[in-house]
């Protein structure tokens, strides 16, 4: 009888260690940063330019480099221009103006939506890029929409990938 019992316990344990084994392997985790910023009482002025930092240890890979935004179903536009103000390891501060489609008139809002919240994941460079030098990364974002405030913007971030 305790054989049968240990029989099958083994067999179950040696089920799960298998699964557990088989998912670490399998999933393979890109993300290597991502930060948002909330934009006070959803309502994005300005004068509010969240910067965000991190660091780039690896300069052998390639990294997709995105903002990332959520509004809400209110949002009065169908997209939103900013101005990404981004210093590299080594590097002076330069500016990108990004136009970020938000929604068409044929399918409405674009991205991942729950109830009235949407989200947009964006790339900031339609390349991946290698960092020359490791270091410490700024990225400050600033909305440049004729609107001010901006109302139902949600938060605001950047989100860095290995590129695969």
Sequence with gaps: MFNTI???????LILVLM?????????????IFEKNVNIPRQQWD??????????ISDTTVLY?????????????????WLNIHFRLPGDTVRQQRLDIQLADNE?????TGMDDIYEVRRL??????RFNRSGECSFIL????????LEHIMNVGIRVEKAY
């Design 64 to 80: 997709n480099i995105y903002v990332t935004l959520r509004h809400t179903y209110a949002y009065n536009f169908n997209n939103i």
């Design 46 to 55: 300005r004068s509010f330019q969240p910067e965000i930092l991190f660091n």
């Design 107 to 111: 399918k409405g809002w674009i991205g």
């Design 6 to 12: 240990n029989t099958k316990f083994n067999a179950v």
């Design 142 to 149: 600033e909305q440049i929409m004729r609107e001010n405030p």
């Design 19 to 31: 699964i557990f084994v088989g998912g670490m392997t399998s999933c393979k985790t890109v993300d």
């Design 124 to 129: 900031i460079s339609p390349q991946p890029y």
